[in-house]
């Protein structure tokens, strides 16, 4: 339920029309606000759909790996889509910095739950062996 209503929030700040607001800074640690934002949203993507899979296709790291990278693979291009369909609407634009941006998020998410994954899988297997 929290992955869809991470969508819905998602697809609201995309898809959503603004109006600008002078009180948001332009630069954020010298980074375009924008970018900074477009990363933040789409931090979450891997972990939250790779929790909202059914346990059984998460049986070890070994099984858990590919579905991580199919996570990650599935959240790149659902952020490359919703980049084509601003650039449809006629009040957003379709930027490839904002992808990259979305990319970097997905990036160190994927990372992250990557290492949560060895991790735990790394506990387990030394509490298997008696350590």
């Not at 369909?85 to 990259?100: I, P």
């Amino acid at each position: 339920m929290l992955t869809v209503i991470y969508l819905a929030v998602v697809a609201y700040l995309c898809f959503w029309r603004f109006s600008p607001s002078p009180s948001v800074p332009n630069f954020i640690f010298g980074i375009p606000t924008d970018k900074v934002l477009h990363c933040l949203m789409f931090t979450p993507a891997v972990p939250l759909v790779f929790l909202s899979l059914p346990g059984k296709w998460k049986r070890g790291f070994w099984m858990e790996l590919p579905i991580l990278l199919l996570t990650a693979v599935f959240s790149a291009t659902v952020a490359g889509l919703v980049e084509l369909f601003q650039g449809l609407t006629s009040y957003r634009s379709c930027d490839l910095y904002d992808y990259y941006a979305d990319i970097a998020g997905i990036s160190f998410a994927s990372i992250v739950t990557l290492s949560v994954l060895a991790f735990r899988a790394f506990r387990s297997r030394r509490s298997r062996n008696g350590r």
